[in-house]
């Protein structure tokens, strides 16, 4: 793959409809995600969730930028079955994400990074995150699902 981001794959995940780009680990690639989880939320006819999915999108691509540097690709995954799209990001390390909170006072609020997870809490109507077995290729995948009809 020597271009900054694959051909857009579709395939049928079970009754989901899985849609996937291959992306390089470069500074664009947050710039891409945006674009194809727009153009996507338009598409599936669902403009209202257009600002809050491409920042998650947007995250969880920086971070596995920032967290696992030597990755050759991560994986950007919309799902979606005609109720609530989901978003994956998938990279090749184990370690999971481990968000901050509020809890921790001052050292968050003064902070001028960490916040990233603690904003996807807020937007997703729920996100977590899974190791995935090294038979099926190993790494792990954050995901947040998005509301059915923003409100």
């Given at each position: 793959m020597d271009a900054l981001a694959s051909p857009i794959e579709t395939?049928?995940?079970?009754?989901?409809?899985?849609?996937?780009?291959?992306?390089?680990?470069?500074?664009?690639?947050?710039?891409?995600?945006?674009?194809?989880?727009?153009?996507?939320?338009?598409?599936?006819?669902r403009p209202d969730l257009v600002d809050d999915?491409?920042?998650?999108?947007?995250?969880?691509?920086?971070?596995?930028?920032?967290?696992?540097?030597?990755?050759?690709?991560?994986?950007?995954?919309?799902?979606w079955n005609g109720g609530s799209p989901l978003i994956e990001v998938w990279d090749p390390s184990w370690t999971l994400p481990k968000p901050r909170t509020l809890a921790e006072g001052d050292e968050f609020l003064l902070s001028t990074s960490g916040k990233g997870l603690f904003i996807v809490s807020r937007l997703a109507q729920s996100w977590g995150s899974r190791r995935i077995p090294k038979m099926n290729g190993g790494g792990k995948i954050i995901w947040a699902r998005l509301p059915r009809n923003k409100e």
């Open positions: 395939v049928m995940d079970g009754r989901d409809r899985k849609t996937v780009v291959t992306l390089r680990p470069v500074p664009q690639a947050a710039d891409i995600a945006r674009t194809f989880i727009e153009h996507r939320m338009l598409v599936m006819k999915a491409t920042l998650i999108a947007s995250e969880f691509i920086t971070n596995a930028y920032v967290h696992v540097p030597t990755a050759e690709f991560f994986k950007l995954m919309l799902c």
